[in-house]
């Protein structure tokens, strides 16, 4: 959340709205919050491909959807080394295009992210007087043997904040290649 754990009153109504967990009492949850100076459509675009999340997650090396995109869809998810495990199986639970908000569930993998599920929203708003989106993704997650409620937040806290990093980045760029107009050459 930019640094701190506190919100401003528009995202904290956002995360009134969409962002509604309840976890149990070996569960943990959390909401992180990015700004990211670029379109809503852009961001948006990229945050909707629950098919190609490698497009903007650095930790997914490969993913393969079983069946159409849609409401209960299933990917494999393959993971880059360096992490605690190789592979994620990911349920879609929401996809709306509207009010662009994204529901994942975790259903299976060789990791210890039990009982997994996250919402991310995107909206529009203004940085610099430009247009830009802010993101917020928010997850529930069951606390693994041997862990505590800080250590399990901790560890998906900062695997979140490296999508949303990575996920501004590319977002940027898109932006940037939007604002350069071809030269004309005569």
């Not at 928010?138 to 560890?155: A, I, L, M, Q, R």
């Amino acid at each position: 959340m930019n640094g701190s754990d506190a919100y401003c009153a528009t995202e904290a109504q956002y995360v009134r709205r969409h962002h509604k967990h309840e976890p149990r009492e070996n569960q943990c949850t959390s909401a992180l919050v990015k700004h990211i100076k670029a379109p809503a459509h852009h961001v948006w675009s990229l945050v909707r491909r629950f098919d190609q999340p490698q497009r903007y997650k650095p930790f997914v090396s490969r993913c393969v959807m079983n069946g159409e995109l849609g409401i209960g869809s299933v990917r494999e998810v393959n993971v880059k080394s360096g992490l605690p495990a190789t592979t994620s199986t990911e349920r879609l639970e929401l996809l709306d295009d509207e009010e662009h908000i994204l529901g994942v569930q975790i259903v299976g993998g060789d990791h210890r992210l039990k009982n997994y599920s996250s919402i991310m929203t995107v909206h529009p708003e203004f940085i610099d007087g430009r247009p830009g989106t802010l993101v917020i993704e928010s997850f529930v997650v069951d606390v693994p043997d041997g862990n505590t409620k800080d250590e399990t937040c901790y560890f998906v806290k900062a695997l979140i904040r490296c999508n949303l990093k990575s996920l501004a980045d590319v977002s940027e760029r898109m932006a940037v290649q939007d604002r350069v107009e071809p030269v004309n050459q005569f």
